[in-house]
T-cell receptor
Framework: KAGVTQTPRYLIKTRGQQVTLSCSPI?????VSWYQQTPGQGLQFLFE???????NKGNFPGRFSGRQFSNSRSEMNVSTLELGDSALYLC?????????????FGPGTRLLVL | SQQGEEDPQALSIQEGENATMNCSYK?????LQWYRQNSGRGLVHLIL?????REKHSGRLRVTLDTSKKSSSLLITASRAADTASYFC????????????FGQGTELSVKP
């Protein structure tokens, strides 16, 4: 099976712009979660989607949003970018919703905000 | 805030030696997972141990879980240079869905 894929892999934006990142889960996986990784804060949970519904949300401002499509692919959007949004954004998929499952991560999208 | 704290933050050993990393967490958990990350790339899943398990093995990896002490350890035996990476523990809890809370990680360097 192909692993989790994320596009684009690298992105450079300027402050105030918005960005959309895409994640395709492993075939058959219905749950997608997003994480932000920065040197200062480490790995932080953004949100989790299952069956096109947001099931869980981390402690991030409303500028961070996401959605999931009927084929389980997910996108996250960050509006009005700030310098502090520069990070590696990782998505993870698992077969079902819930904390009992192993989560498989994609290679990440590295976002640089100038 | 991070749930887990990992110890040590950095570890440097010679090839062939064993590497032990420790993880402590704060709340009751459903499971604990260990991941490896090479140079800021994606996370590779290593092993998942459930709250009712005490020890688990996978190849050269051995994970223990002590829920009474809220701690876990990852042992890599006979380390190789290719094991050089950052290692993270992540906890899942019953009421948090698929949310994982990560520790700060241990940076392991294995010298040939």
């Amino acid at each position: 099976k192909a692993g989790v894929t994320q596009t684009p892999r690298y992105l450079i934006k300027t402050r105030g712009q918005q960005v959309t990142l895409s994640c395709s889960p492993i075939s058959g996986h219905r749950s997608v979660s997003w994480y932000q990784q920065t040197p200062g804060q480490g790995l932080q949970f953004l949100f989790e989607y299952f069956s096109e519904t947001q099931r869980n949300k981390g402690n991030f401002p409303g500028r961070f949003s996401g959605r999931q499509f009927s084929n389980s692919r997910s996108e996250m959007n960050v509006s009005t970018l700030e310098l502090g949004d520069s990070a590696l954004y990782l998505c993870a998929s698992s077969p079902l919703q819930g904390s009992q499952e192993t989560q498989y991560f994609g290679p990440g999208t590295r976002l640089l905000v100038l | 805030s991070q749930q887990g704290e990992e110890d040590p933050q950095a570890l440097s050993i010679q090839e062939g030696e064993n590497a032990t990393m420790n993880c402590s967490y704060k709340t009751s958990i459903n499971n604990l997972q260990w991941y490896r990350q090479n140079s800021g790339r994606g996370l590779v899943h290593l092993i998942l141990i459930r709250s009712n398990e005490r020890e688990k093995h996978s190849g050269r990896l051995r994970v223990t879980l002590d829920t009474s002490k809220k701690s876990s350890s990852l042992l890599i035996t006979a380390s190789r240079a290719a094991d050089t990476a950052s290692y993270f523990c992540a906890t899942g809890t019953y009421n948090q869905g698929g949310k994982l809370i990560f520790g700060q990680g241990t940076e392991l360097s294995v010298k040939p």
